[in-house]
């Protein structure tokens, strides 16, 4: 392992302005999202959009990283030059998304697990070889008011998540390590604080017991939000207090950078919420960044509507939302 080198990717990442777009879409919700507009999802229908969006200009001012698809890291610009060396050309690290996605975990009704160990030493040096420098790994956990997620599934998932973060180290990737508390459903803002916590708990320690080392390594978390459903909605404020507290208890000083999702939040919310954390961060050791995919897809997708004539007012508009999310990422975001 290159420690060296993984503590400058990592630095690099959360530079200052910058945060990350998420564009590892998997083939089935890249359907889903193409569907939304009227697009077939064809192989062709994703590379231009991908294209679109890697090609617009200015974004390598706020955009550090692009996470790709296994799909996406083997496709190529029209002119025949592959993705990873039109993000490089631009200053922007290439990553991937490595896991093989969240399946029903055997004998826990409602928890999930995600699937992709196997194997993943070959896929992280095939990647390498791609030109990634960072990657992805997605743990969902499903959220109720009492029962949701179990004891069990949380401590199964972080220790997937520890073993996938330990082979992308010996690999010399920086691990993304995600645990995703979903805002599907009706719990209240302290049940998504007290879920996120356990979690957060319960990955540093697997972290640290698979030294993993935490100086070449970045958290991409959910913000501490009530579900969708929930009567009572939170104020920027109190997501931004909120989340602060709960990383400042459980997530150590060492992690260079904390690349927040968005998980179904509106663009402006997004971009709210994570500007309201970074006006009252005060001296948390930690970048606080980004790492979205739908809050700063979602109105390109809307401009572009899969037409030529749109993809240079899809750029514009894709542009103004990554250096929106520039501005908020150092809390000086006026909405
Ligand atoms: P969202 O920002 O749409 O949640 O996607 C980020 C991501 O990469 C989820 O794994």
């Known amino acids: 392992m290159n420690t060296d080198e993984l503590k400058s990717v990592a630095a690099a990442i959360v530079a200052r302005e910058k945060g990350i777009l998420a564009a590892d879409e998997s083939s089935p919700t890249i359907k889903k999202r193409f569907a939304s507009i009227g697009v077939e999802s064809t192989e062709e229908n994703r590379r231009r959009y991908r294209e679109l969006l890697f090609t617009a200009e200015g974004i390598e001012r706020h955009i550090s990283g692009v996470i790709l698809y296994d799909e996406t890291i083997r496709q190529s610009s029209k002119e025949g030059v592959p993705f990873p060396q039109v993000l490089a050309g631009r200053g922007i690290i290439p990553g991937i998304k490595v896991d093989k996605s969240a399946k029903p975990l055997a004998l826990q009704p409602g928890n999930k697990i995600t699937e992709g160990l196997d194997s993943l030493r070959d896929r992280l040096a095939e990647y390498k070889q791609l030109g990634a420098k960072f990657a992805k790994w997605r743990a969902v956990m499903e959220i109720d008011e009492h029962s949701l997620p179990s004891a069990y599934a ?10 996938y973060a330990a082979l992308c180290q010996e690999a010399s990737l920086v691990p993304i390590v995600e645990p995703e508390v979903l805002m599907d459903g009706a719990h209240d803002i302290g049940r998504c604080e007290s879920i996120t916590s356990a979690m957060l708990e319960t990955l540093f320690g697997e972290l640290d017991a698979h030294g993993v080392v935490f100086e ?12 969708k459903k929930c009567a ?30 968005s998980g179904g939040q509106s663009p402006e919310e997004a971009t709210d919420n994570l500007n309201a954390m970074n006006v009252i961060r005060g001296n948390c050791p930690w970048q606080l960044s980004f790492s979205y995919g739908r809050a700063l897809q979602e109105p390109v997708l809307a401009a572009w509507k899969g037409e030529e004539k749109n993809v240079a007012e899809a750029q514009r508009v894709f542009s103004r939302r990554c250096q929106l999310n520039g501005l908020a990422r150092e809390g000086l975001y006026n909405r």
């Open 154 to 163: 949380i401590r199964a998932n972080c220790h997937a998540l520890a073993r």
């Open 232 to 261: 009572l909605q939170a104020s920027s404020q109190q997501v931004a207090e909120a989340t602060i507290r709960c990383l400042r208890r459980y997530v150590p000083a060492a992690v260079p950078g904390i690349v927040f999702l």
């Open 216 to 227: 070449g390594a970045l958290l991409k978390p959910n913000m501490v939000i009530p579900g």
